[in-house]
């Protein structure tokens, strides 16, 4: 009986976060640059303002909820799509941030760590797919792949920071992030494979 109204209570509490979740972003998307007070969260999530302290913490801790919660969701994106190739983690990671470009941007100018943005779910499935590719012979056996997704990892956060200041558009932040990909890929290349991996890289001729 104890465990069932403890994980009743667990699942109340989950709402209702994921209530001040959504209400924050409600209001980034209605007012992009307003400043986000515990007191307007609490209102559009129809919760007190002591229930957003204790279920998120300070107001600082708002941007690093919501990432969490997009780490969450890039997660269960990433899964759902098994995402076993390279390109499509990296399509996917890029996908989920201009999908909701607003609170995205915003979360990401405002988090101080949010150069941890990458490190949870993509860096995660990054390495998996690049030590994949070892493993089919794709990219050569004495490659540290760990150390290669984190390159990519790292090449990807700065894209991402030039899209956040909007220095690129959502076109350019995936081929950049695509060509940093590219870039590790062709420098790690088996011999069987190099010319494969390196032709997004070579000059096309002009039609």
């Given at each position: ?8 209570r ?32 609490a ?70 760590d ?68 590219d ?25």
């Open positions: 009986m104890q465990a069932a109204e403890g994980g009743l667990a699942r109340h509490k989950a709402q209702r976060r994921g209530r001040i979740l959504e209400a924050t972003r409600e209001l980034l998307r209605e007012s992009p640059e307003s400043v986000i007070s515990t007191e307007r969260i209102a559009r999530a129809e919760v007190s303002p002591a229930t957003v302290y204790n279920l998120i913490g300070p107001r600082d801790k708002i941007w690093e909820a919501l990432a969490a919660d997009f780490m969450d969701e890039l997660e269960s994106r990433l899964g759902a799509g098994g995402a076993g190739d390279a390109r499509e983690v990296v399509r996917s990671t890029v996908q989920l941030f201009v999908d909701d470009p607003v609170v995205s941007r915003r979360m990401v100018r405002e988090w101080e949010s150069g941890l943005a990458l490190r949870r779910g993509p860096l995660t499935h990054l390495r998996r797919a690049l030590a994949d590719a070892r493993a089919q012979g794709l990219l050569r056996a004495d490659v540290d792949t760990d150390a290669l997704a984190a390159v990519v990892s790292t090449a990807c956060l700065g894209a991402l920071h030039q899209w956040v200041a909007a220095m690129t558009d959502d076109d350019q932040f995936l081929v950049r992030t695509l060509l940093a990909l870039v590790a890929l062709a420098a790690a290349a088996a011999d069987p494979h190099r010319d494969r991996l390196l032709a997004p890289l070579r000059t096309q001729d002009p039609a």
